[in-house]
């Protein structure tokens, strides 16, 4: 991966593959907990096309974002696993 | 009752306030039947914010509410979850100096009325709600004031009247009452006692009572459980409840339980149109995120309407209805009847049992509908 | 100046994208509105780093040689009517525009039924279209055990797709009977293209199981589904697993339609000949009008497209249409929902994965409004999209009321900028 990315999961970073969705980004570094549900269990993408909010997450401090309609992008934020 | 036939009561509509009129008959022994034309919290009460809030419109207003607020208190230890009771308070803000002067009056007033609050600094208002702009004047803070969910709220209520003999019929209309008594579509129903408890439909069944509906709008967010503590509201708010012009909104804003952010709120005076009007709901959020500049980023997942049942003089329709015999009335709440709900069936009760109430009744007489009209 | 008619279409897939080439090469200024990072929709999403598939691309120059204006990643959250026009409000990475139009054409598509089962929550459960999507947005699935349990003809070609990216597709289960199955696979031989796009897949998963009167009957795992159970009704057999695709066929997305008080019958946006919907300026193709897959959704936005620009109906494309509709229809007998389906879920299993409502917390008896306020069912941020559809089937409640947002949109998006005091014709597609 040398046309790699960055960017930052939880305060850590990841090196990922450009062009890919946030939600891709996360599966392909087994990273499963996108947010936890009311009564919190975790939870990750169902439908890949921005349905079912399953797959959201904060990018840029902006909570409740769909991780599978979001492209990554250098130096993005994205945090995960906030009850939502 | 000690054993003798039990007298009979039929309460009308199974929003907050006849489930509350319910529970209270039924545990003063009356045999109660709900009837309930969709089902229990159907109305109203479904599409309102649940803030428990003292208001001082008036000095009948402020008694009434204080007298529901300390009621709420009483029944706290009985709620279960779906409630959704959270004792968060209310912060009344100031733009400004006049309004900070109109907020030191407040102060004033509910010290004399031995209602607890605190004024706060615009610091001491920023450490409270970081949110807020950072230029408002003050607030203050009404301690004991609270939030439910009241359409479980409701169901609390009516589990209790259930508990003390009640029973609930939904999906029964009461087409018409009469003396004594209901019609409803194939049959009539008997009873020593009827409460018209129909919130804003009340006139259909007692044509003489003067309700409006007063239309609100509401948005609801996705949750953002820090982003306020206490429900917000404007000082403005007041007047924008009072005055009765056709449209007004103000900065009204609910931290739900569920960490979601319920915005309100708007009037209108539009008869029973619920479409949701664009701009109406443009300037409720508007004037919302002058408020808390953030608002912007916060994603609303879902807006409404209700109807406020709303009356002349601002004050709720409780008491006896001297045209038909048997006939009490519990309507008219506007915008506090989840507020006012316990408070006006204590009222009910007491005046139906004979004992005397704690705080005045006559304000709230249905009778004084015919007086205007008669005078 | 003189007055160009302004089309505003909503979805860029191929109803889409026939509808804005239509009405752009008769005149009309349009404006091309999708969700997706490129235009497609979901049969034509592109692979990231790939070209769109063959068949999209004559359809993507013939767009690309007009005017229309194309915006992506864009969702359109509310239509306003105000007086004889309409203004769109959309969001792109959280900032709101409005776009205003003379005619609208929805050809928003379809989202994959998904019912209840144990285990359905699960991460690593996903859709069966949903697997693909997300495949073709990055995400590798090389090497990883999948278990395809659903119904529909999306099921072959989604595990073929996988299996080329390197998964190994264990078994493919369709819950349909066999017998309705070989007669939809016999209805092939009378669509060349079709046929030859199945057998080209069949040897890319030869060694994977297809079975038949086979659904899932739960799903088991700890952060993730590790193992799944599917049944036949008289046996079951148990699959370890790392992804288990489990979707039950499409459900058009009818809710800007349902906004604009457009009638909706059956779930399906009611069109007349020229695809315009109930509402007058309203025209409607593609999966909301019912399911009926790419060719139907291309011929009906071609015809909404020229109609929505103002010229009149084509004969030829008409009877193409008809054509069309009736492989529509067998298609949908072919795969009708076995009642067993419908009584999957346990009283503890989660109905509504917004708000954690499980299905023992609802009572049958209720409507689904009752449900909603009692329980919370459907008021979470999907708006009742999975909930909803999947409740229609358990228990025949009808779909919620839609409100603005559509979707849910940044509370600044909804305050907007005020076009009540702008001149009709300066707002545009810019
Ligand atoms: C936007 C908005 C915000 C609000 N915010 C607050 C707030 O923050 N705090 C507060 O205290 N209050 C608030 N309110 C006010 C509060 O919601 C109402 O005052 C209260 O719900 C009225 O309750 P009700 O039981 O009288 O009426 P409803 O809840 O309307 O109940 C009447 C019932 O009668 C039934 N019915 C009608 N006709 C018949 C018939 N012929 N036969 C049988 N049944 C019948 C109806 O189906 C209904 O269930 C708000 C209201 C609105 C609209
Ligand atoms: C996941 C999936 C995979 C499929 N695979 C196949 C297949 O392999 N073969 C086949 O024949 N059929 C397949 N189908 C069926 C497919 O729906 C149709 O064949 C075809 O894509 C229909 O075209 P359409 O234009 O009607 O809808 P779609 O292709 O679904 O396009 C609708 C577009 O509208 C956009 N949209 C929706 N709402 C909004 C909004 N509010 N704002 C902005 N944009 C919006 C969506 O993002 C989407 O891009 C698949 C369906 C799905 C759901
Ligand atoms: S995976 Fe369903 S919305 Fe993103």
Known sequence: MSDAIEIVVNAKVLRVEPGVTVASALLNNDHHVFRRSTTG???????????????????????????????????????TGSAA | MNGARRSDAIVVGAGIVGAACAAALARDGWRVTIL???????????????????????????????????????????????????????????????????????????ATADVATEVLDPRALSEAEPHLRRDLAGALRVTND?????????????????????????????????????????????????????????????????????????????????????????????????????????????????????????????????QINREILRRMLQRASHFMPRLGDLSVIRCWTGFRPATPDKLP?????????????????????????????????????????????APFSPMRALAAVHS | MSKTRQVVVIGGGPAGIAAASAAAESGARVTMIDEGPAPGGQIWRPAVHSHPPLAAQRWIVRLNATQADVLRSTSVVDIERRNDRFVVVAESSGNGREVVADAIVLATGARERFLPF??????????????????????????????????????LPVAAYLARGGAKVLAVAEQAPLANVARFAASLWRRPRTLAQAIGLRSAFARTRFSTGTWVAGARGDSTVKEVTLTDGRSTRTLACDVLCAAFGLVPNTELARLLACDVVGGAVRTDDAQMTTIAAVYCCGEPTGIGGVDLALVEGEIAGFAAAGVGPSEHLAARRAVHRREAASLERAFALRPELLSLAGAETIVCRCEDVRWGAIDQRWSARQAKLYTRLGMGACQGRVCGAALECLLGWPADSVRVPTQPARSRTLIGVSLANHQPNEQGAS
């Not at chain 1, 909010?53 to 991780?67: G, S």
């Not at chain 2, 919290?41 to 000095?59: A, F, I, K, Q």
């Not at chain 2, 206490?230 to 739900?256: C, D, K, W």
């Not at chain 3, 949903?130 to 990883?144: E, H, I, M, Y």
């Open chain 1, 41 to 79: 269990e975790v939870r990750a993408p169902v439908c890949g096309m921005g349905i079912c909010y399953e797959c959201r997450v904060t990018i840029n401090d902006v909570a409740h974002q769909r991780a599978c309609m979001v492209t990554v992008e250098h130096g993005m934020r994205v945090d």
């Open chain 2, 317 to 361: 329709l409780i008491g006896r209805w001297d045209p038909i015999p048997g006939l009490w009335i519990a309507a008219g709440h506007e915008g506090l009847g989840i507020t006012t709900s316990l408070g006006t069936a204590q009222l009910l009760a007491d005046q139906i049992a004979g004992r005397v109430p704690e705080i005045d009744p």
């Open chain 2, 146 to 274: 609270s939030v439910v969910y009241p359409p479980g709220a409701t169901l609390g209520l009516l589990d209790d009247a259930r508990k003390h003999g009640a029973v609930l019929r939904d999906g029964i209309g009461v087409e018409a009452i009469v003396p004594n008594g209901v019609r409803l579509a194939s049959e009539v129903l008997r009873a020593d006692i009827v409460v018209n408890a129909t919130g804003p439909w009340a006139p259909r069944l007692t044509p003489a009572l003067p309700i409006t509906p007063r239309k609100g709008h509401l948005a609801i967010t996705d949750r953002y459980p820090t982003f306020c503590r206490h429900q917000i509201v404007e000082l403005g708010y007041l007047t924008s409840a009072h005055v009765m012009t056709s449209e007004s909104v103000a900065f009204n804003i609910q931290p739900r339980s569920t960490g979601q952010v319920l915005i309100g709120s708007s009037r209108e005076l539009v008869g029973w149109d619920a």
């Open chain 2, 36 to 110: 309930e034309r969709s089902f229990a919290s159907s109305g109203t009460t479904s599409v309102g914010m649940g803030h428990l809030v003292v208001m001082d419109d008036s000095p009948e207003q402020l008694a009434l509410t204080k007298y529901s607020l300390r009621q709420w208190r009483e029944l706290t230890p009985t709620l279960d979850r779906r409630a959704e009771l959270d004792a968060c308070g209310t912060l009344w803000v100031a733009e400004d100096e006049s309004q900070l002067a109109a907020l030191r009056a407040k102060r004033d007033l509910y």
């Open chain 3, 118 to 155: 144990p285990g359905w929550t699960l991460p690593n459960v996903v859709g069966v279209g949903g697997a693909q999507a997300l495949a073709k947005n990055g995400v590798s699935f090389r090497g990883k055990r999948i278990v395809i349990a659903g119904s529909g003809p999306l099921l």
